[in-house]
């Protein structure tokens, strides 16, 4: 990336996670970026702690997850307790994911990370700047930045982008409303050692009439407390509120038996919940808080705002290297407001359970959860909602998908033929689809005995197309694909990279394609895409699958490919 002093690609506002996220990911598809705060350091306090298995696979891709996993603490389980009995135990261990967890660890953490990260990709963050005002035109933005000796900078950029939170200046100034309303609760934090019996590895929210007690471990020993509070303790002066409060708070909602001591921070914050209508007016983009903010339950803040930075970095990319079309700028309000959307109301939904004053439904909401989470089925569909991992944009009008009518299958087992048999059209149907998550699995590079996972592969900023050859081994199958596969790196050489998946431990013979072949002995993969017979699968540089048919047919797909890539 060359920084850009002069007229950077895109102008970045705001350097916490979603900001950072978003330059590390544009310098690393080649674009430059140029990221300003007006903060004079990063904060070392942090209110944002938990990050899902899907944020952890984003920053797997980026190269930085091992060491975030390594700082952290890993959260297995949560536990509700009323009453003094645990009424909810729901546990990460069965998440599908490399990450079957939450990491805790505290956002300043994070930002050092991604920071450090962007030094390495060429880039730093220019501080304490602050953005005073901006005008675009066909062509650009041209931003006035303010420098902390009142010097006045005017920056030319093509693309802005407002990652600068809840009170974001350039929401305001693009004259956006901020739509919602703020919560009637307020919430009290504080960062303690705890003298206790519990587990260390998992979070624990104590209902009482009065009011919740949730905790969350923190690296190093300490915890994170959560305490909800009278609204009029939140309006005191910051300076009022202390410790001795959150210990009074414990003893009266039957905690007097946790020894709480060594506090490093005690705050109090009141919460709202919020989105503008349009993440994006012309040049102008906006991400993270600066676009919707909503309740901390559930944790999903953070991790919300990385994946509209993930969402957004490789479309940019794109269109600013002239080879994507403006459709994919379009995608971003398309596929990630309604996932903004979801996140505020289900957190809304889950904020007015969690802090119940009424004694009746306080009852039911103990008894409901302990019968509701003791079913499997409830349990599972709870920890992936958590997680992330449930996420799709399959209404997204830059995804697609063709399936061969069930007429065109063949009955029963006709294993030699390219065309799907009727179970093959049954499992690609209940495969990843167009606008899913695309599945991780182990994969072997033909020569070498070291299997790979197929994640490690996507690490790279371009698209990556799986033409999978299916059970039967047929010249005219092996044609087709290679034939696609030519036309794709002939045409899209830099943009898309080609791997045919072969369910056997050896490249086949008839195969006259000299690019990359994936060998997949045990059908593993083949069986995770649901491609039995012949299938393609495009996945995106953000992990999501594009595009996927059976049979692998290129002159649906190639139409597909012209209509988001120049």
């Given at each position: 990336?060359?920084?850009a002093s002069g007229a950077p690609d895109v102008?970045?506002?705001?350097?916490?996670?979603?900001?950072?996220?978003?330059?590390?990911?544009?310098?690393?598809?080649?674009?430059?970026?140029?990221?300003?705060?007006?903060?004079?350091?990063?904060?070392?306090?942090?209110?944002?702690?938990?990050?899902?298995?899907?944020?952890?696979?984003?920053?797997?891709?980026?190269?930085?997850?091992?060491?975030?996993?390594?700082?952290?603490?890993?959260?297995?389980?949560?536990?509700?307790?009323?009453?003094?009995?645990?009424?909810?135990?729901?546990?990460?261990?069965?998440?599908?994911?490399?990450?079957?967890?939450?990491?805790?660890?505290?956002?300043?953490?994070?930002?050092?990370?991604?920071?450090?990260?962007?030094?390495?990709?060429?880039?730093?963050?220019?501080?304490?700047?602050?953005?005073?005002?901006?005008?675009?035109?066909?062509?650009?933005?041209?931003?006035?930045?303010?420098?902390?000796?009142?010097?006045?900078?005017?920056?030319?950029?093509?693309?802005?982008?407002?990652?600068?939170?809840?009170?974001?200046?350039?929401?305001?100034?693009?004259?956006?409303?901020?739509?919602?309303?703020?919560?009637?609760?307020?919430?009290?934090?504080?960062?303690?050692?705890?003298?206790?019996?519990?587990?260390?590895?998992?979070?624990?929210?104590?209902?009482?009439?009065?009011?919740?007690?949730?905790?969350?471990?923190?690296?190093?020993?300490?915890?994170?407390?959560?305490?909800?509070?009278?609204?009029?303790?939140?309006?005191?002066?910051?300076?009022?509120?202390?410790?001795?409060?959150?210990?009074?708070?414990?003893?009266?909602?039957?905690?007097?038996?946790?020894?709480?001591?060594?506090?490093?921070?005690?705050?109090?914050?009141?919460?709202?919940?919020?989105?503008?209508?349009s993440f994006r007016v012309g040049r102008v983009?906006?991400?993270?808080?600066?676009?919707?903010?909503?309740?901390?339950?559930?944790?999903?803040?953070?991790?919300?705002?990385?994946?509209?930075?993930?969402?957004?970095?490789?479309?940019?990319?794109?269109?600013?290297?002239?080879?994507?079309?403006?459709?994919?700028?379009?995608?971003?309000?398309?596929?990630?407001?309604?996932?903004?959307?979801?996140?505020?109301?289900?957190?809304?939904?889950?904020?007015?359970?969690?802090?119940?004053?009424?004694?009746?439904?306080?009852?039911?909401?103990?008894?409901?959860?302990?019968?509701?989470?003791?079913?499997?089925?409830?349990?599972?569909?709870?920890?992936?909602?958590?997680?992330?991992?449930?996420?799709?944009?399959?209404?997204?009008?830059?995804?697609?998908?063709?399936?061969?009518?069930?007429?065109?299958?063949?009955?029963?087992?006709?294993?030699?033929?390219?065309?799907?048999?009727?179970?093959?059209?049954?499992?690609?149907?209940?495969?990843?689809?167009?606008?899913?998550?695309?599945?991780?699995?182990?994969?072997?590079?033909?020569?070498?005995?070291?299997?790979?996972?197929?994640?490690?592969?996507?690490?790279?900023?371009?698209?990556?197309?799986?033409?999978?050859?299916?059970?039967?081994?047929?010249?005219?199958?092996?044609?087709?694909?290679?034939?696609?596969?030519?036309?794709?790196?002939?045409?899209?050489?830099?943009?898309?990279?080609?791997?045919?998946?072969?369910?056997?431990?050896?490249?086949?013979?008839?195969?006259?394609?000299?690019?990359?072949?994936?060998?997949?002995?045990?059908?593993?993969?083949?069986?995770?895409?649901?491609?039995?017979?012949?299938?393609?699968?495009?996945?995106?540089?953000?992990?999501?699958?594009?595009?996927?048919?059976?049979?692998?047919?290129?002159?649906?797909?190639?139409?597909?490919?012209?209509?988001?890539?120049?």
């Amino acid at each position: 990336m060359h920084h850009a002093s002069g007229a950077p690609d895109v102008l970045v506002v705001g350097a916490g996670p979603t900001g950072l996220t978003l330059a590390c990911e544009l310098a690393r598809h080649g674009i430059s970026v140029r990221i300003i705060d007006q903060a004079e350091a990063p904060s070392d306090t942090s209110k944002a702690l938990g990050m899902h298995a899907r944020t952890l696979e984003a920053f797997e891709t980026m190269g930085v997850a091992e060491e975030l996993v390594a700082k952290g603490v890993k959260v297995h389980g949560v536990n509700n307790y009323a009453n003094g009995k645990r009424i909810v135990h729901l546990s990460m261990d069965e998440l599908e994911t490399r990450y079957p967890y939450v990491l805790s660890l505290p956002q300043s953490e994070t930002e050092r990370t991604l920071a450090q990260l962007l030094g390495r990709l060429g880039g730093s963050v220019g501080r304490p700047i602050q953005l005073s005002g901006f005008s675009q035109d066909q062509g650009g933005v041209t931003a006035t930045l303010r420098h902390a000796d009142a010097r006045q900078e005017e920056v030319r950029a093509r693309w802005l982008v407002g990652c600068d939170g809840a009170h974001s200046m350039v929401r305001k100034a693009l004259g956006l409303p901020f739509e919602g309303s703020r919560y009637e609760e307020a919430f009290m934090l504080a960062d303690v050692r705890l003298e206790w019996e519990l587990p260390d590895d998992e979070a624990h929210a104590f209902f009482s009439p009065d009011g919740i007690v949730a905790t969350i471990p923190l690296p190093g020993g300490q915890h994170r407390l959560i305490l909800d509070v009278p609204q009029e303790m939140a309006d005191r002066d910051r300076t009022e509120v202390g410790f001795e409060h959150v210990r009074a708070i414990m003893d009266s909602r039957g905690l007097g038996w946790v020894r709480a001591h060594d506090p490093t921070w005690v705050a109090t914050f009141r919460i709202h919940r919020r989105m503008v209508p349009s993440f994006r007016v012309g040049r102008v983009f906006l991400a993270g808080d600066a676009a919707h903010i909503h309740s901390p339950v559930g944790a999903q803040g953070m991790n919300l705002g990385i994946q509209d930075a993930v969402n957004l970095a490789w479309k940019l990319a794109l269109v600013t290297r002239g080879v994507g079309k403006p459709i994919l700028l379009d995608s971003y309000q398309a596929e990630r407001h309604p996932i903004a959307a979801a996140t505020v109301s289900g957190t809304d939904l889950a904020t007015r359970v969690v802090t119940l004053r009424n004694p009746v439904g306080q009852a039911l909401r103990n008894q409901l959860a302990g019968f509701l989470s003791s079913l499997e089925v409830v349990q599972h569909r709870l920890t992936r909602a958590v997680s992330g991992l449930v996420v799709n944009y399959r209404r997204s009008p830059i995804v697609a998908e063709y399936r061969a009518g069930l007429l065109d299958t063949v009955m029963g087992d006709a294993a030699a033929a390219e065309t799907p048999r009727v179970s093959d059209w049954r499992d690609f149907g209940a495969a990843p689809a167009a606008g899913d998550h695309a599945p991780d699995g182990p994969v072997f590079p033909p020569g070498g005995d070291a299997s790979a996972r197929l994640f490690e592969l996507l690490r790279t900023p371009r698209h990556t197309l799986l033409l999978f050859d299916g059970r039967a081994a047929t010249a005219a199958g092996y044609r087709n694909l290679a034939e696609i596969a030519r036309r794709v790196r002939d045409r899209y050489r830099d943009l898309v990279v080609a791997h045919i998946v072969v369910p056997r431990d050896a490249p086949p013979q008839g195969l006259a394609w000299d690019g990359s072949v994936l060998l997949d002995p045990e059908g593993d993969l083949h069986h995770r895409y649901g491609a039995g017979s012949e299938s393609l699968y495009l996945i995106r540089p953000d992990g999501y699958v594009g595009y996927r048919s059976q049979p692998a047919d290129g002159e649906r797909f190639f139409p597909y490919l012209d209509s988001i890539l120049a």
